[in-house]
């Protein structure tokens, strides 16, 4: 069976988009979902996403990890936005349905804006923070994140929550309102150029932590830079949005 794909990346974090509103795609199938992703096998991709049709909003965004899991991820809910409008199911506004709940969004050229999930889950821990942001995550600040092991160290603490485990952020403070993130991915199985929901967890974090009192924060990541503001009252994050680009790569047909 041939299937058209198109390719997006958001700040590196790089997603193999199908229009599935036919829903012909053999998403139970895990084996085809990471033979997809393999960068030496396959198309190559962090991660697989199927556009859907919904009853209640203006489609549907279901995401695998590269392993063949579902989680939410936030790059791929911006590049799911960029698609949508490829395909003309929206145009620079959009509301849509994911696992964890319903998004808004907006995009202006290649800049999309989304509506992450609020934010209550907040366990500041002895030398970390673990913040759910429509997947798992743990915050870790760190000296020289340039040389940081990010890739061994964030394997072990990964697998040190239980099932099914939690992406690992090593954080680094710039100045007041910038913090630099890099992140190793449950799911991929590796450091990732970008997070969304990984930088999402960082801002909050860091504010949780007194480590910033803005709400609007700057979070360069290996794939370039991206952008979370929030509201917080009484220790509840709302109004939380993750900005950043999200940009057409090619398009092609695969056989599976």
Avoid at 102 to 128: G, T, Y
Avoid at 186 to 201: I, N, W
């Amino acid at each position: 069976m041939n299937f058209n794909f198109y390719k997006y990346q958001g700040t590196g974090n790089d997603f193999i988009m199908i229009d599935n509103r036919t829903e012909i795609f053999p998403k139970e199938n895990v084996e085809v979902i990471s033979n997809l992703c393999n960068r030496h096998f396959g198309i190559g991709a962090d991660g697989v996403i199927l556009i859907e049709n919904d009853t209640k909003q203006d489609f549907k965004m279901i995401y695998f990890n590269a392993d063949g899991s579902q989680t939410f991820c936030g790059n791929g809910g911006r590049c799911a936005v960029a698609f949508a409008r490829c395909l003309n199911i929206i145009e620079n506004k959009t509301n849509f349905n994911a696992v964890d709940g319903p998004h808004f969004a907006e995009i202006k050229n290649n800049i999309v804006s989304l509506k992450m999930i609020d934010v209550d889950d907040i366990r500041v821990q002895e030398n970390s923070v673990f913040v759910y942001t429509g997947t798992q995550h743990h915050v870790e600040m760190v000296d020289s994140l340039d040389d940081y092991p990010v890739y061994e160290k964030g394997k072990k603490i990964r697998v040190s929550y239980d099932a099914p485990g939690s992406n690992v952020n090593f954080v680094e403070q710039i100045n007041d309102s910038t913090f630099r993130v890099r992140t190793y991915e449950k799911g991929v199985e590796d450091e990732t150029l970008a997070c969304g929901t990984g930088v999402t967890a960082v801002a909050i974090a860091m504010h949780k932590t007194k480590k910033t009192t803005s709400n609007l924060i700057s979070l360069p990541v290996e794939g370039g830079a991206l952008e979370v503001s929030f509201t917080e009252e009484n220790g509840h994050y709302k109004d939380v949005y993750l900005q950043g680009s999200a940009t057409f790569v090619f398009k092609g047909e695969i056989q599976i």
